[in-house]
């Protein structure tokens, strides 16, 4: 389940934290979180200071396959261009 997004009326955006992570605003960036526990985050993915690097943290119950794959499906419209 997608964590729940706070508010920064400063920035006029939505904020989730990533625990220093992740440092760079991407669309891309998002934690899914356990159904029953919103405090435990499950997966983090988001883009680093680097901007061409990015982060993945993952726990049970996903597997590398699992987290790699749901990783790389936020990112599917960025790795192909059509011509």
Same mark, same amino acid.
């Given at each position: @389940? *997608?964590?729940?997004?706070?508010?920064?009326?400063?920035?006029?955006?939505?904020?989730?934290?990533? *625990? *220093?992570?992740?440092?760079?605003?991407?669309?891309?960036?998002?934690?899914? =979180?356990?159904?029953?526990?919103?405090?435990?985050?499950? @997966?983090?993915? *988001?883009?680093? +200071?680097?901007? +061409?690097?990015? =982060?993945?943290?993952?726990?049970?119950?996903?597997?590398?396959? +699992?987290?790699?794959?749901?990783?790389? =499906?936020?990112?599917? =419209?960025?790795?192909?261009?059509?011509?």
């Amino acid at each position: @389940m *997608g964590k729940p997004t706070t508010v920064l009326e400063s920035l006029e955006a939505y904020c989730l934290d990533f *625990g *220093g992570r992740v440092a760079a605003a991407s669309v891309k960036n998002f934690l899914l =979180s356990h159904p029953d526990d919103m405090d435990k985050t499950l @997966m983090l993915f *988001g883009r680093t +200071q680097d901007r +061409q690097v990015y =982060s993945m943290d993952y726990a049970h119950p996903f597997t590398p396959v +699992q987290a790699f794959a749901i990783a790389l =499906s936020s990112m599917d =419209s960025h790795l192909v261009t059509f011509d």
